[in-house]
């Protein structure tokens, strides 16, 4: 058996081992949470997150079932798959909590992200912006002489990329709804 | 009982009744007074005063610990509710059934800054297991018995019913708990059958096994501990447990390696390096028990059963995961492995308890006691002969007493042992120890605590007074925050940063001040008597032993080592400690 020699007065032993034990890559997961549409049950879903140190990449919430009060959280989060199944039981343990599903381990699924930019311009700009959400399959929603507000849904890369374009033809502002996402087939 | 029309107050004291509680613990204010009006005008329900919300909340896990039933705690708005916060994390920490009812200001005052307002279910969200506001009378019943339901099942723990003033003057429909809507919350307690039986065939070959057991099996009640002492009797596999899972396995039974962990003794901290199967039954691998996580018990196979899924693969991968209650889950165990014709590797069982009795012989909790002055060590070897053969109730506060008791007392039955684990709370024994005797009126109960710890709810002494509860206030006094002066001599230099206690009080005078009866002891000679005087009185008493003040506790394991890098105190210079090549100061 090693010897430990540990010599008073040095610091190197905390009263919590300080390492980072979880380095290596992470993974980026899309969750679907149907919870009761009850007081309180975002906070304690963001609140798990905040308090426990996971990541939110994007989440969006409504209710799906009216008459069963149940709404539907997607959550987009990032960590180690040890984090990820972590994340999975402790959200499947809070009380108002029905069903858990990760998405992206449970077979294929389809992913779409809802934005709207307004890009202020005018000129050789304007009819580039107008080009470009063509190609992209941006409706226009509203316009005046100097801007327009484009309407896209897309996977979160997509709007990433047309979200770039836009940035040097005058965008001015970006709405985004965040993933919403279900499993294909039935 | 009829589902009928009645105040939302006299609905709180209906619900409790009809999920057969017997004791509240509370404290009134402005916004509990409809409440406290109808506990009045009762005799079925007994309220104890205490003498801050803190204190209601550790009695009420001192009851529920000592009986298995949930504690019930009824507070006030705003401070009655933030003082509750410690109790509450605290009994969320250690999975304790707890039903806390606190008084709100008037749903349409609330977010407007009332007096006395807190956000109580904001604040208590990521301390309870689950907490309620509720703003309609005929929701109250209803919510009350989910609230029962939801604190008692699966893995255990605290829940709020934050219940505003006029939701409590209004009238509603009351609703029995056989007609109340129970939320879909139902944990899952019978294990996959596939992994027990995978679980049995590795008891059946392993050479060097061990069962680590922790709060889950008290929790699960009388028949997990029946079944766990089934199990280790007819395998013959030792086992280890930790603070909170302490009676779950007689501690004289000969099986028994002691408590495991950064201050469990040496042979169940190197069983558990050095076996090839731990069996983990509700435990959760908490860092006081891994050490440094990377070389926790390197060259083991490791099956792990709890009811909580979160807890499983959350710090240590196992290999055999099985989620759920550990008496279905034991029992199941038990049939398949005697169906299977009860195999156990005899050869390699024999070798390793071999080896298991070569650490014993360092004899790892051993001390010279002094002539002149009291060793804690020796305290508490005194207490633990003087009431052995009596049906003991111990608690404890935060320190080194703390990791003294679970070392030098004994515990042979479930539910005698109530201590502040996952949080650490100073100040939670000697409330702990009312809510116990109130409970069980005719049994000893003792409190051992730090003076420093027993400071920080002394209020108690009130309660304790007038209710005339019997318990022992056994205060290891060296009049330091021994724990902290242990870190700070060993790794900060020995630079003794505010943890030494100036200007204690006469703990006897203070006692008397009470109405109750002090004791001091400091010679070695006297403590037998001192102890003994303690024990037959009937009444609170405030033992204040003053014992050495350097003592540091031992075995040890630094945070960030691994289980067999072990600190040992005066056992250090045996021989047989330096034969395994163990570690010294």
């Given at each position: 058996?090693?010897?430990?020699?540990?010599k008073k007065?040095?610091?190197?032993?905390?009263?919590?081992?300080?390492?980072?034990?979880?380095?290596?890559?992470?993974?980026?997961?899309?969750?679907?949470?149907?919870?009761?549409?009850?007081?309180?049950?975002?906070?304690?879903?963001?609140?798990l997150f905040?308090?426990?140190?996971?990541?939110?990449?994007?989440?969006?919430?409504?209710?799906?079932?009216?008459?069963?009060?149940?709404?539907?959280i997607?959550?987009?989060t990032?960590?180690?798959?040890?984090?990820i199944?972590?994340?999975?039981?402790?959200?499947?343990?809070?009380?108002?909590?029905?069903?858990?599903?990760?998405?992206?381990?449970?077979g294929?699924?389809?992913?779409?992200?809802?934005?709207?930019?307004?890009?202020?311009?005018?000129?050789?700009?304007?009819?580039e912006?107008?080009?470009?959400?063509?190609?992209?399959?941006a409706n226009?929603?509203?316009?005046?002489?100097?801007?327009?507000?484009?309407?896209m849904?897309?996977t979160?890369?997509?709007?990433?990329?047309?979200?770039?374009?836009?940035?040097?033809?005058g965008?001015?502002?970006?709405?985004?709804?965040?993933?919403?996402?279900?499993?294909?087939?039935? | 009982?009829?589902n009928?029309?009645m105040?939302?107050?006299?609905?709180?004291?209906?619900?409790?009744?009809?999920?057969?509680?017997?004791?509240?613990?509370?404290?009134?204010?402005?916004?509990?007074?409809?409440?406290?009006?109808?506990i009045?005008?009762?005799?079925?329900?007994?309220?104890?005063?205490?003498?801050?919300?803190?204190?209601?909340?550790?009695?009420?896990?001192?009851?529920?610990?000592?009986?298995?039933?949930?504690?019930v705690?009824?507070?006030?708005?705003?401070?009655?509710?933030?003082?509750?916060?410690?109790?509450?994390?605290?009994?969320?920490m250690?999975?304790?059934?707890?039903?806390?009812l606190?008084?709100?200001?008037?749903?349409?005052?609330?977010?407007?800054?009332?007096?006395?307002?807190?956000?109580?279910?904001?604040?208590?969200?990521?301390?309870?297991?689950?907490?309620?506001?509720?703003?309609d009378?005929?929701?109250?019943?209803g919510?009350?018995?989910?609230?029962?339901h939801v604190?008692t099942?699966?893995?255990?723990?605290?829940?709020?019913?934050?219940?505003?003033k006029?939701?409590?003057?209004?009238?509603g429909?009351?609703?029995?708990?056989?007609?109340?809507?129970?939320?879909?919350?139902?944990?899952?307690?019978?294990?996959?059958i596939?992994?027990?039986?995978?679980?049995?065939?590795?008891?059946?070959?392993?050479?060097?096994?061990?069962f680590?057991?922790?709060?889950?099996?008290?929790?699960?009640?009388?028949?997990?501990?029946?079944?766990?002492r089934?199990?280790?009797?007819a395998?013959?596999?030792?086992?280890?447990s930790t603070?909170?899972?302490?009676?779950?396995y007689?501690?004289?039974?000969?099986?028994?390696l002691g408590?495991?962990?950064?201050?469990?003794?040496?042979?169940?901290?190197?069983?558990?390096?050095?076996?090839?199967?731990?069996?983990?039954?509700?435990?959760?691998?908490?860092?006081?028990?891994?050490?440094?996580?990377?070389d926790f018990?390197?060259?083991?196979?490791?099956?792990?059963?709890?009811?909580?899924?979160?807890?499983?693969?959350?710090?240590?991968?196992?290999?055999?995961?099985?989620?759920?209650?550990?008496?279905?889950?034991?029992?199941?165990?038990?049939?398949?492995?005697?169906?299977?014709?009860?195999?156990?590797?005899?050869?390699?069982?024999?070798?390793?308890?071999?080896?298991?009795?070569?650490?014993?012989?360092?004899?790892?909790?051993?001390?010279?006691?002094?002539s002149?002055?009291?060793?804690?060590?020796?305290?508490?070897?005194?207490?633990?002969?003087?009431?052995?053969?009596?049906?003991?109730?111990?608690?404890?506060?935060?320190?080194?007493?703390?990791?003294?008791?679970?070392?030098?007392?004994?515990?042979?039955?479930?539910?005698?042992?109530?201590?502040?684990?996952?949080?650490?709370t100073?100040?939670?024994g000697?409330?702990?120890?009312?809510?116990?005797?109130?409970?069980?009126?005719?049994?000893?109960?003792?409190?051992?605590?730090?003076?420093?710890?027993?400071?920080?709810?002394m209020?108690?002494?009130?309660?304790?007074?007038?209710?005339?509860?019997?318990?022992?206030q056994?205060?290891?006094?060296?009049?330091?925050?021994?724990?902290v002066?242990?870190?700070?001599?060993?790794l900060?230099?020995?630079?003794?940063?505010h943890?030494?206690?100036?200007?204690?009080?006469?703990?006897v005078?203070?006692?008397?001040?009470?109405g109750a009866?002090?004791?001091q002891?400091?010679?070695?000679?006297?403590?037998?008597?001192?102890?003994?005087?303690?024990?037959?009185h009937?009444?609170?008493?405030?033992?204040?032993?003053?014992?050495?003040?350097?003592?540091?506790?031992?075995?040890?394991?630094?945070?960030g080592?691994?289980?067999?890098?072990?600190?040992?105190?005066?056992?250090?210079t045996?021989?047989?400690?330096r034969?395994?090549?163990?570690?010294?100061?």
């Amino acid at each position: 058996m090693a010897t430990l020699k540990i010599k008073k007065g040095t610091s190197r032993h905390s009263a919590y081992d300080l390492r980072d034990p979880n380095l290596d890559l992470s993974e980026t997961h899309t969750l679907a949470v149907l919870v009761d549409n009850e007081a309180g049950v975002l906070a304690r879903v963001i609140g798990l997150f905040s308090g426990r140190g996971y990541n939110i990449e994007s989440l969006t919430v409504a209710e799906v079932d009216h008459t069963g009060h149940l709404s539907r959280i997607t959550i987009v989060t990032t960590g180690t798959p040890a984090v990820i199944e972590q994340i999975k039981a402790q959200l499947g343990r809070i009380v108002p909590v029905h069903e858990v599903h990760d998405l992206t381990v449970e077979g294929p699924s389809v992913e779409r992200e809802l934005a709207l930019f307004k890009v202020g311009g005018t000129g050789d700009k304007r009819i580039e912006a107008l080009r470009l959400a063509e190609i992209f399959r941006a409706n226009v929603v509203d316009s005046t002489l100097e801007s327009f507000v484009f309407e896209m849904t897309g996977t979160s890369e997509k709007i990433d990329a047309f979200a770039e374009l836009m940035r040097p033809l005058g965008l001015a502002e970006v709405a985004r709804t965040g993933v919403a996402a279900l499993a294909r087939g039935v | 009982m009829m589902n009928k029309s009645m105040t939302g107050a006299r609905m709180v004291v209906q619900a409790l009744k009809d999920q057969g509680v017997d004791v509240v613990f509370g404290y009134p204010g402005g916004a509990v007074l409809p409440i406290y009006d109808e506990i009045f005008q009762q005799n079925d329900i007994r309220h104890i005063l205490v003498r801050h919300e803190q204190a209601a909340v550790h009695a009420a896990e001192g009851y529920a610990r000592s009986t298995g039933r949930p504690g019930v705690v009824l507070v006030t708005s705003g401070p009655g509710a933030t003082n509750a916060v410690t109790g509450i994390t605290d009994a969320l920490m250690d999975s304790i059934p707890i039903v806390v009812l606190t008084g709100q200001v008037p749903t349409f005052m609330i977010g407007n800054d009332a007096f006395q307002e807190a956000d109580t279910v904001g604040i208590t969200r990521p301390c309870t297991k689950h907490n309620w506001l509720v703003k309609d009378t005929d929701a109250l019943s209803g919510t009350l018995h989910e609230a029962f339901h939801v604190a008692t099942s699966g893995r255990p723990g605290p829940v709020l019913v934050d219940i505003p003033k006029d939701v409590q003057f209004a009238t509603g429909r009351y609703t029995a708990p056989r007609d109340a809507r129970i939320s879909h919350y139902k944990p899952q307690v019978k294990g996959d059958i596939e992994m027990i039986t995978r679980l049995a065939e590795a008891m059946e070959t392993a050479a060097r096994p061990i069962f680590y057991t922790g709060g889950g099996v008290i929790n699960s009640g009388d028949a997990a501990t029946q079944l766990l002492r089934e199990l280790v009797e007819a395998t013959g596999f030792p086992v280890t447990s930790t603070l909170m899972g302490l009676g779950a396995y007689p501690a004289s039974g000969d099986k028994w390696l002691g408590m495991l962990g950064m201050h469990g003794l040496y042979e169940a901290n190197l069983a558990m390096h050095g076996c090839d199967l731990m069996i983990n039954l509700g435990a959760r691998f908490d860092d006081r028990i891994t050490g440094r996580v990377a070389d926790f018990s390197p060259n083991s196979a490791k099956a792990h059963v709890d009811i909580d899924p979160s807890s499983i693969n959350k710090t240590i991968h196992v290999e055999m995961p099985i989620i759920g209650d550990i008496a279905h889950v034991l029992e199941d165990l038990l049939r398949i492995w005697k169906s299977r014709g009860r195999k156990t590797n005899k050869a390699g069982l024999e070798k390793w308890w071999a080896q298991i009795d070569t650490w014993r012989k360092v004899d790892c909790l051993s001390f010279r006691p002094a002539s002149k002055i009291i060793k804690p060590q020796h305290a508490l070897s005194r207490l633990e002969a003087l009431t052995r053969d009596r049906d003991r109730y111990i608690c404890t506060e935060v320190g080194q007493h703390q990791m003294w008791a679970a070392q030098y007392l004994r515990f042979d039955a479930p539910n005698r042992w109530m201590t502040s684990g996952g949080l650490g709370t100073m100040g939670y024994g000697f409330p702990s120890s009312i809510g116990v005797q109130i409970a069980h009126p005719d049994a000893l109960v003792i409190n051992v605590a730090g003076e420093a710890s027993w400071l920080m709810n002394m209020q108690e002494m009130g309660t304790a007074t007038q209710y005339r509860l019997p318990v022992k206030q056994f205060i290891l006094n060296n009049e330091r925050l021994g724990m902290v002066r242990q870190w700070q001599e060993l790794l900060h230099g020995e630079r003794y940063s505010h943890s030494w206690s100036e200007s204690l009080p006469d703990f006897v005078k203070l006692a008397e001040a009470f109405g109750a009866k002090g004791i001091q002891c400091s010679d070695p000679a006297d403590l037998d008597d001192a102890i003994q005087e303690m024990l037959d009185h009937d009444g609170p008493v405030v033992f204040d032993c003053l014992v050495e003040k350097h003592e540091n506790c031992f075995p040890m394991i630094p945070s960030g080592e691994p289980h067999n890098k072990m600190l040992l105190g005066e056992a250090s210079t045996s021989d047989a400690i330096r034969e395994g090549g163990a570690v010294l100061v």
